[in-house]
T-cell receptor, first 110, second 114 residues
Framework: GIQVEQSPPDLILQEGANSTLRCNFS?????LQWFHQNPWGQLINLFY???GTKQNGRLSATTVATERYSLLYISSSQTTDSGVYFC????????????FGKGMKLTVNP | DAGVTQSPTHLIKTRGQHVTLRCSPI?????VSWYQQVLGQGPQFIFQ???????GRGNFPDRFSARQFPNYSSELNVNALLLGDSALYLC?????????????FGQGTRLTVV
């Protein structure tokens, strides 16, 4: 089945720093989403980005579908950015599901 | 607009018991998917339903079952609970299926089996 790898697995930053999270996937996809899991467990949608570039405030994302990777940029990080970030992909003929990476734990210190 | 709602939010059950988890999708969404997330891992796919038909099933034992109702809400049932079933159960709602349309998740049901 399709493999989704996220890097780095963990990241510790000082408030105000920038970061880049990477998601590599092993096959063509029709859906790619980035989520932030809050301390209570809910997955918060950040981006739906099967291809191209999107920006939302301090966050932006780029997916290069032909090269099978996506990047999530966080600029001027804040302590509220702390948590676990997941990349998930969907594709036809794959049991109609999202396949998640293992996640990246971000800690932003004041 | 209401998001995806799941009930209950927390649940404690004893080994061998049965549990039913419920999910109401976003209005207009016809697909509901279920995922299990154990501590420290990413969510794992259990089922997807679209228009009341099962479209996908993950690698879970037959103790796990689900259904979707005419109003597109869904139930996940787990029989003969094991300690290893303790996890966060997440429901996702999407217009068609998460394979090609954006999925939105509920707040989850945290199940503890003792």
């Amino acid at each position: 089945g399709i493999q989704v790898e996220q890097s780095p697995p963990d990241l510790i930053l000082q408030e105000g720093a920038n970061s880049t999270l990477r998601c590599n996937f092993s096959d063509s996809v029709n859906n790619l989403q980035w989520f932030h899991q809050n301390p209570w467990g809910q997955l918060i949608n950040l981006f739906y980005i099967p291809s191209g570039t999107k920006q939302n405030g301090r966050l932006s994302a780029t997916t290069v579908a032909t090269e099978r990777y996506s990047l999530l940029y966080i600029s001027s990080s804040q302590t509220t950015d702390s948590g676990v970030y997941f990349c998930a992909v969907g594709f036809w003929g794959g049991s109609e599901k999202l396949v998640f990476g293992k996640g990246m734990k971000l800690t932003v210190n004041p | 607009d209401a998001g995806v709602t799941q009930s209950p939010t927390h649940l404690i059950k004893t080994r061998g018991q049965h549990v039913t988890l419920r999910c109401s999708p976003i209005s207009g969404h016809k697909s509901v998917s279920w995922y299990q997330q154990v501590l420290g891992q990413g969510p794992q796919f259990i089922f997807q339903y679209y228009e009341k038909e099962e479209r996908g099933r993950g690698n879970f034992p037959d103790r796990f079952s689900a259904r979707q109702f005419p109003n597109y809400s869904s139930e996940l049932n787990v029989n003969a609970l094991l300690l290893g079933d303790s996890a966060l159960y997440l429901c996702a709602s999407s217009l068609r299926g998460p394979e090609d349309t954006e999925a939105f998740f509920g707040q989850g049901t945290r199940l503890t089996v003792v």
